[in-house]
């Protein structure tokens, strides 16, 4: 939301600050993981040596070696990776938004905190919705970035539920079991699903 309100007026440099925020998004999940997987490196990596020559740390920095550590670096990751994608949808529903209705708060004397909260959410509903639903979709179905950053560790800290299909159904060889988790999965996403359209359509009719 704040990427998309930083570029929605057209200013100078609104166009490169665009493209710079969606380009992450132009890489493939797997790039962007075996990226950040060398990024990471305790031994080759420089955000180590980077965090240590300004002082943040005092030896090298494992990243992926612990359960908190091995979440947060992967879901900065997920993070980088997708906000130029969620801001673009955000933009496009700002854009939407009629400048009457800017102009005519302003007359009323609104603050910029009253038209934000009175105009613009309000009328970026959809949109927020739509990012919404992809946003829990995707956590749900999330494997490339867990698989090629920690393969599920530290201790199976990182372990999410399309890799544990995974490892009943190719490592196990226990297909019943990776099928009934497969169905559950799609239950759950229908579910989701169903819940956050009837809430979008609840709110569209009040």
């Known amino acids: 939301m704040l990427l998309a309100l930083l570029v929605q007026e057209s200013r100078p440099g609104a166009g490169f600050l665009r493209t710079v925020f969606f380009?992450?998004?132009?890489?493939?999940?797997?790039?962007?993981?075996?990226?950040?997987w060398g990024?990471?490196?305790?031994?080759?990596?420089p955000l180590g040596d980077l965090a240590e020559r300004l002082g943040l740390v005092d030896g090298p920095v494992s990243f992926l070696g612990t359960p908190t550590s091995a979440l947060l670096s992967t879901v900065f990751l997920v993070v980088w990776k997708f906000a130029g994608f969620y801001m673009l949808i955000l933009l496009v529903g700002l854009q939407r938004i009629p400048h009457e209705l800017y102009e005519a708060a302003r007359m009323d004397g609104a603050s910029r905190r009253q038209v934000f909260r009175s105009i613009t959410l309000p009328l970026l509903r959809p949109s927020l919705a739509l990012s919404l639903l992809l946003c829990v979709t995707g956590s749900l179905l999330a494997f490339?970035?867990?698989?090629?950053?920690?393969?599920?560790?530290p201790d199976n800290s990182t372990?999410?539920?399309?890799?544990?299909?995974?490892?009943?159904?190719?490592?196990?060889?226990?297909?019943g079991v990776a099928a009934a988790l497969s169905i559950l999965v799609l239950a759950a996403l229908l579910l989701l699903n169903v819940v956050q359209?009837?809430?979008l359509r609840r709110s569209d009719a009040s």
């Open 23 to 36: 380009l992450p998004g132009a890489l493939g999940l797997a790039s962007a993981s075996l990226l950040f």
């Open 39 to 45: 990024l990471y490196s305790p031994t080759t990596g």
């Open 144 to 153: 490339d970035q867990f698989f090629v950053l920690t393969k599920g560790g």
């Open 159 to 175: 372990v999410t539920v399309v890799q544990l299909i995974y490892r009943e159904a190719f490592q196990r060889m226990d297909l």
């Open 197 to 199: 359209f009837r809430g």
